[in-house]
């Protein structure tokens, strides 16, 4: 048991460290300047309670902290951040994030048989071994529905493969410790974006439209909210998050019961439509006199709730538990970095902006929750980009996870 158990001490205790971390790095004194030159805020307040839940300080697995910021907190912050932004400028990205997309699930389909066939070259038999349900493939296959789609995805492709459950808590095990890694390294490399996209040659408009988006507001003057506008912006984001949970309370279980055939594209997962039902009120309320409570500071909240959010997934990392499993972490990591160069080669030949490198692979390997903290990074208008791919992700992953498992399969033999 952790030495902490009690989730309102674990909620202060995150609220603590977004606190000192977003405080400092404003200060002017030179150590945080120069310190923070180099290690982005975001990652701290990924990072930090990912440490304390390693050191069984607190627990990601036993508390409720992440449940209740994915299920309310994530939905409302969707909601406040996009009925503030200017969609019509977001939908010129569309190109080049799809593209970017696409990329990264080619990189996983076909790294996954690749990095079997690398492994086994040089270690035949030892490292990706087992037959039956012990076979290393089948438990791969879930990971690649994972990194192409999300958790939903995984069990489905669980159900298809049939690895051993022991292989399989693996997996989940080393999912975890690499989409965390994964996570960690975007943020890290969204402070040298600038360094990347010479890089890269990037020639797209992303500057041009995060200042038109910026502009396009300049004109609403900031001003205290009352309390009558902060109830009402509470109300319009967490009030929206009701009305898609109560809305899914209805859709899932007509599914289940009337069309089970849409179960294979995740339809059957009450997040995806909790997600789908925010965002289009978001779209709604982004045409309606409610964008005008951007100025009275709703995306200043839902990026609150986004923080939180970030500080509760960085509380599920446990990076001794995938340890299990030294060898088929060594698999996933050949597996990452090949994708990783099929992602840089797409972007440098297209001359993508890196803000889409990152996310577009953040929307596959770690789904809505990380892929919003990366694109917040960037800038809390982008946050609607990440949010559709990641809704692209869990509708392909388990196609992407089902070709990648059975050419796994093939080369395994």
Known sequence: ?????????????????????????????PLFRNFYKYVPPLLLCYF???????LNVISGENSGVYTIASKYLLPSSLILIIMSVDLKQIWKLRH????????????????GPLAIMITDAFAPGVIVKGMGEDASWRGLATLAASWTGGSANMAAMYEVFK???????????????????????????VNKKEKINKLLKAEDNLDRTLEHIGNSNSDMTRKMPSMPDLFVILFLGLGGTGLAHLITSHIVPYIETNAPSLKQFNLDSEFLWVILITTSIGVLLSFTKARNYEKQGAPIIGNTFLYILIASIGMQMNILRAFDNPGLIFVCVIWLLFMAVVIIVTARIFKVNFFFVSVASEANVGGVPTASAVATAFSPSLVPVAVLLSVLGYSIGNYAGYICGILMQLVSQ
């Open 1 to 29: 048991m952790p030495l902490i158990q009690n989730d309102a001490v674990v909620l202060a205790i995150l609220l603590l460290i977004l606190a000192l971390v977003t405080k400092t790095a404003v200060s002017n004194r």
């Open 48 to 54: 930090i309670p990912g440490i304390l839940n390693t």
């Open 96 to 111: 080049k994030a799809g593209l970017m997309f696409l990329a990264t699930a080619i990189g996983v389909i076909l790294g």
């Open 163 to 189: 690895p051993s459950p022991d292989l399989y808590s693996g997996m989940i095990a080393i999912d975890v410790l690499l989409a965390n890694v994964w996570l960690g390294m975007m943020l890290y490399l």
